[in-house]
């Protein structure tokens, strides 16, 4: 069966310190993945996603993420974590039949 | 432009109520999604529409759930006989097509409170 594991729940950084989010899939095929930001009364918006070819993606607001099939892990990182980067983060495993599976996210707390 | 919208922001109502909750999809985009999220948890796959019929119905968790997107632009999300279990933020979303490259964009949600 398809899941998402983003094992930390909460994560602290400073401001202007990297970050790294977790995030583990499974899935028998190779999966369409995707990381997707949620503030506070806001949509969920899409940071970037992975389909094929370069492991590492660029997406907005200066994050990236690494694919690792070995590791079955798509980790989300940032160098410099600015304060507005508060907010709730869900990776998400897209299947062959559209369906998107999320994982339970990573709050993230940035302190000055 | 304008993005996806959900109305009502809120609804509180009891259990064993009906409630409906509504999606305006952007614009010109064909697919349009439900999810359901919980408190704690990411968002779960209900339903997918592509135009006007149901492509994929296979995340509603029981018959009492039921949507329809008539003209192939907004679409009712409906739950007979509310249960407290059923509380959660339902979120709509939609996208240019179904295929995987389209990006799909989200709306604000509708917080539904059992009581």
């Known amino acids: 069966a398809q899941s998402v594991t983003q094992p930390d729940i909460h994560i602290t950084v400073s401001e202007g310190a990297s970050l790294e989010l977790r995030c583990n899939y499974s899935?028998?095929?190779?999966?369409?993945l995707f990381w997707y930001v949620q503030s506070p009364g806001q949509g969920l918006q899409l940071l970037l996603k992975?389909?094929?070819?370069?492991?590492l993606v660029q997406g907005i607001k200066g994050f990236e993420a690494e694919f690792k099939r070995s590791q079955s892990s798509f980790n989300l990182r940032k160098p410099s974590v600015h304060w507005s980067d508060a907010a709730e983060y869900f990776c998400?495993?897209?299947?062959?039949?559209?369906?998107?599976?999320f994982g339970t996210g990573t709050s993230l707390t940035v302190i000055p | 432009g304008a993005g996806v919208s959900q109305t009502p922001s809120n609804k509180v109502t009891e259990k064993g109520k009906y409630v409906e909750l509504r999606c305006d999809p952007i614009?010109?985009?064909?697919?349009l999604y439900w999810y359901r999220q919980s408190l704690g948890q990411g968002p779960e796959f209900l339903i997918y529409?592509?135009?006007?019929?149901?492509?994929?119905d296979s995340g509603l968790p029981n018959d009492r759930f039921f949507a329809v997107r008539p003209e192939g632009s907004v679409s009712t999300l409906k739950i007979q006989r509310t249960e407290r279990g059923d509380s959660a933020v339902y979120l709509c979303?939609?996208?240019?097509?179904?295929?995987?490259?389209?990006?799909?964009?989200f709306g604000p949600g509708t917080r539904l409170t059992v009581l």
């Open positions: 529409f592509q135009g006007t019929g149901a492509a994929d």
């Open positions: 979303a939609s996208s240019l097509g179904s295929a995987s490259y389209n990006e799909q964009f």
């Open positions: 998400a495993v897209e299947t062959s039949g559209n369906q998107f599976y």
């Open positions: 899935y028998g095929a190779t999966p369409y």
């Open positions: 614009s010109g985009h064909t697919a």
């Open positions: 992975y389909f094929s070819g370069d492991t």
